[in-house]
């Protein structure tokens, strides 16, 4: 699997660094917030999310909704599905998205819109990585990890039809990866 990889953008050490700078932050803003939920989204945001949650010193929640807009593919679909909810209440909450990535912004535009309905007290969005050149609805992230470019990466949750999540860095796949596919 490491062999389908071009070049590493992010390492896991410098990942890893900046996912505890990221919790600093968090631990400063919401110090003493009694009622903060993590929303992680599937099932990108696993890696980020948990490795996240695990540095968070706050009396703090984590739910999971799964909303998928790439189906596997290489570009967005256009159209988000919810396919599945939250566990718990959102009515009053502080509420941390966490996102392995923001590209078009439709996912967490999506989102977004979905729990402010639902009456959160507040919702602030944590992305680790950010592709701005991607962006097609008017959305940005409170709380982001790094800039990344706009190619197609995989890894740190990042998938390619369901694969390479597992890499603990994010890269760009070799291109003979999609011709084997298509
Ligand atoms: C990917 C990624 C983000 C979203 C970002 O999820 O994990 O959730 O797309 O793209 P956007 O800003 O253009 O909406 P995907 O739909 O591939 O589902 P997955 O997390 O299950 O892979
Ligand atoms: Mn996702
Ligand atoms: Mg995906």
New binding site residues.
């Given amino acids: 699997m490491n062999n389908d990889i071009e070049r590493i953008i992010y390492s896991k050490q410098q990942i890893d660094q900046r996912v505890q700078e990221l919790a600093d932050e968090l631990n400063h803003d919401y110090a003493g917030k009694k009622n903060v939920v993590v929303v992680a ?5 696993i890696m980020f999310a948990t490795d996240l949650y695990k540095k968070l010193d706050l009396y703090a929640h984590i739910d999971f909704v ?8 290489t570009s ?2 256009g159209s ?1 599905k919810l ?1 599945h909810d939250l566990k718990n209440d959102i009515a009053g909450k502080d509420v941390i998205i966490c ?12 989102l977004t819109d979905l729990l402010k309905d639902r009456g959160a007290n507040s919702i602030k969005i944590c992305s680790i990585f950010d ?1 701005p050149a ?4 008017d ?1 940005s992230a409170d709380y982001v990890g790094f800039d990344v470019p706009n190619e197609f990466l995989v890894g740190y ?3 390619y039809q ?1 694969l390479y ?1 597992n890499l603990p860095y994010i890269g760009v796949l070799k291109p003979e990866v999609y011709k084997r596919n298509s």
């Fill in positions: 989204v599937l099932t990108g945001a799964d909303v998928s807009s790439y189906q596997g593919g967005s679909t988000v396919l996102e392995d990535i923001v590209d078009t912004g439709r996912t967490l535009k999506f592709k991607g962006r097609a609805v959305v949750g990042l998938d369901g999540r």
